[in-house]
């Protein structure tokens, strides 16, 4: 059974960083296209970053590079994201999602399945 537990989520004033951990379970990870997207309330989700299996490539919403950074590490079933300069609208529930099959790492609907999400609070 494909688990992935989140964590590493918090409220955090203006400007600080957090680290958002993905541990995942039940799949071998190694091969498998990561991502991390959030939701604010009343908005859609929508994709923050993702990296690929063995090549490591890495994707990033244009608003985000410079201040996010996606990491793995693969002997630990892990994927990190690296959050920045944080600002208030930052504040949303981080998901991470795992897709066997990705084309398209932005598109939330390319992957297969999603963790129960971390919340993450800016405060100004």
């Known amino acids: 059974q494909v688990q992935l537990v989140e964590s590493g989520g918090g409220l955090v004033q203006a400007g600080g960083s957090l680290r958002l951990s993905c541990a995942a379970s039940?799949?071998?990870?190694?091969?498998?296209?990561m991502g991390w997207f959030r939701q604010a309330p009343g908005e859609e989700r929508e994709f923050v970053a993702a990296?690929?299996?063995?090549?490591?490539?890495?994707y990033y919403a244009d608003s985000l590079k410079g201040r996010f950074t996606i990491s793995r590490d693969n002997a630990k079933n892990t994927v990190y994201l690296q959050m920045s300069s944080l600002k208030p609208e930052d504040t949303a529930i981080y998901y991470c999602?795992?897709?066997?099959?990705?084309?398209?790492?932005?598109?939330?609907?390319?992957?297969?399945?999603w963790g129960q999400g971390t919340q993450v609070t800016v405060s100004s």
């Open positions: 990296i690929r299996g063995y090549g490591g490539n890495t």
């Open positions: 039940g799949l071998p990870f190694s091969i498998y296209t």
């Open positions: 999602a795992i897709g066997v099959r990705i084309r398209d790492p932005h598109l939330r609907e390319e992957y297969d399945r």
